[in-house]
């Protein structure tokens, strides 16, 4: 079973920019990357922020249109589908996406709201009730993350 990761935020971070330096690493080890996103604005939002988070790097990534036909080592989507050569998920959905078996490894990254937190703990649940190998990372507050 995949590996799942839980990145528990300060109030004060930022998710996406948080998130954007997760997948610069997570790329930097030599894996390939799909973003899933509960909506196209967010996606659109991962996306601008990729090419302005650091002003020295560059991440390969763009939005693939519902999952389809994306050659970047990043895809960033939402909707029912994903490319099919990624190896990490980074789950920005409010839910489990049905593809997430696909993945070896799966990061969710919980934002400090309490809404975030009540829907984050409807996804460990269910991954718990999966037999999913689930890890918890509390990351204390980051200058460089916000």
């Avoid at 996406?16 to 509960?38: D, P, Q, Y």
Wanted: aromatic share 10%.
């Amino acid at each position: 079973m995949a590996r799942v990761d839980f990145y528990i935020l300060s109030d004060r971070d930022n998710p996406e920019r948080f998130a954007c330096s997760l997948i610069s690493k997570i790329w930097h080890s030599g894996n390939r990357v799909h973003v899933h996103t509960h909506d196209e604005q967010l996606a659109n939002h991962i996306d601008d922020l990729l090419w302005i988070f650091r002003d020295i790097s560059f991440i390969p990534h763009e939005v693939s249109d519902n999952g389809n036909g994306t050659t970047a080592p990043i895809s960033i989507g939402y909707g029912d589908s994903c490319p099919e050569d990624k190896q990490v998920l980074l789950n920005f959905g409010q839910t489990i996406p049905e593809f997430v078996n696909r993945f070896e490894r799966i990061v969710e990254i919980v934002g400090g709201n309490d809404i975030n937190k009540q829907f984050a703990r409807q996804r460990y649940k269910e991954y718990r009730e999966q037999d999913y190998d689930i890890h918890d990372h509390k990351i204390e507050f980051s200058q460089s993350h916000g």
